[in-house]
């Protein structure tokens, strides 16, 4: 299935709401029955990182590299590109965060 | 009554001197405090007036009346055109002419849904006359800050505002909620934070979030100060009573990103006066982001570094 995202997310994509609705809706249900997934974003110029995260996580979490093989991410400008790798990027090699106590730095 | 004297400056460069000298936390016995200030003050950036807004909401909804002490105490027209009387319900009568919202601030809104936060992104983006990809990431900054507010605040809303001085070409923000702070969302996912000066520090690195579900990466705060960062500009954030600042870069240096906040050029402090929720100022010097793509490149390296060496999985872009 293809998802023309414009009309849902406008020219600067932010609404992680709907991105919830459209991935627990469509794409995550689309992707456990084996169908591939367009997410086409034309005339989309700029996304957040929360709302790529909203959109496409959960479906990498929890099927892995099944899920990103039958993702084409579709005509997308240069920083929503560099978004979506970013996220790729640590959906299968997460950050690591260490806690450091404050007053041991002293 | 109680007062509280406002600096002469409530700008993020003298931010430790106006947050330690004033306390905008309401007693439950206050009926009334008064605002005042002994010079005037002669600037007050965005953050500060998000603050004071959302303080005065509050303090309506407790019944707490607000005065001014002294009718020049915010520089009226100013305060004015930024709707700061509408949220301290201080009545203020000398007519001042309204100029023109476009291209160089945006007024104190009250964001509390993220419907609201859809319109009022979308009224802000024609509104900058920036080029296209400074303009987003000003928004960007705004949307993720206040959909920080809305998801992880509690019932308060957000109270954003910005300015534009097109000499500097910097753009201010300022975001300021009354919710249950950082030390408060965080301790649910991370028990062993004693402080809010330590929910802080966590709180900035990637992949840090009080949340438990699949919408949030707890990435928000790190691009922000990355942003910042970048274009060489202070980004502040202050909850409970600790505030973390980055200091502005040099423009003439290497700026190297880190996921972790305390290996940044910054200042920590403790023991400020509380502040029930959250602030967080941005400065950005749109003039050194003018391509947001090279900027997000150069956060995604901080992803990719430290990490244990793992092929990349290809990811089919067409």
Redesign the interface.
Known sequence: MTLELFPIF???A????AA?EL?EGTILPALERGERVVLDFSKI??A???LI??LI??PL?KLK?EA??R??????A??V??????????A??????T?????E?R | MRHIDLPTGLSQHAIRHFLSTCSFEIGNNEDAISIGSPKGVFFAEPFALSMLAAFGDEAASKNVSITLETPSVLGLRYAKRMRLFDFLKVSYDQSVREQEEAGRFIPIARVSSPDDLKAFIAQLMPLWHLPEESAAAVSYCVSELVRNVLEHAGPSSAYVCAQYYEEKQRVEIGVADRGKGILSSLLRNYSNLRSDQEALVEALKPGVTGSKSFENAGAGLFFTKSLAKLSCSYFSIYSGNACYRVRKSSPDGQITLFADPLLDKHDLWGNLPYWPGTVVAVDINVGRLKQFRSTLAAIKQVYETGKQPKPKPKIHFS
């Open positions: 406008g020219v600067f932010e609404d992680k709401g919830k991935r110029g700029f957040t990182q929360s995260h909203a996580f959960e979490y590299e990103l093989n993702i084409e991410f579709r005509h997308c240069g920083p590109k560099t978004i979506i790798e970013i996220v790729v990027g640590y299968f090699n997460p950050p690591v965060t806690h450091t106590p404050v007053s730095l």
